[in-house]
Nanobody
């Protein structure tokens, strides 16, 4: 059974940093593309960043480029999202997603709140 468990969210002041973690289990993820999305009430879930597990290549939403960094730890089967220079508009529930394994898998989400 595939499980994605996010952690690391919280309340931070603008300009601060948080690191989100997504612990993946239940199968091998070496062929997956791991993605972070975020969602605010009343809006659609939006893409934030992705990493190709096999080679570590990454891609970012324009508004987070230079501030967010996605990475993975093969030994821990964990994907990270390092978020620096946070802005109030980054406030959202952040979700981890595993893509390319058949069905998409999602975590339960972790709340990030950035105060001004």
């Amino acid at each position: 059974q595939v499980q994605l468990v996010e952690s690391g969210g919280g309340l931070v002041q603008a300009g601060g940093s948080l690191r989100l973690s997504c612990a993946a289990s239940g199968r091998t993820f070496s062929s997956a593309t791991m993605r972070w999305f975020r969602q605010t009430p009343g809006k659609e879930r939006e893409f934030v960043a992705l990493i190709v597990w096999a080679d570590g290549s990454s891609y970012y939403k324009d508004s987070v480029k230079g501030r967010f960094t996605i990475s993975r730890d093969n030994a821990k089967n964990t994907v990270y999202l390092q978020m620096n220079s946070l802005k109030p508009e980054d406030t959202a529930v952040y979700y981890c997603n595993a893509h390319g394994l058949g069905p998409d898998y999602w975590g339960q989400g972790t709340q990030v709140t950035v105060s001004s």
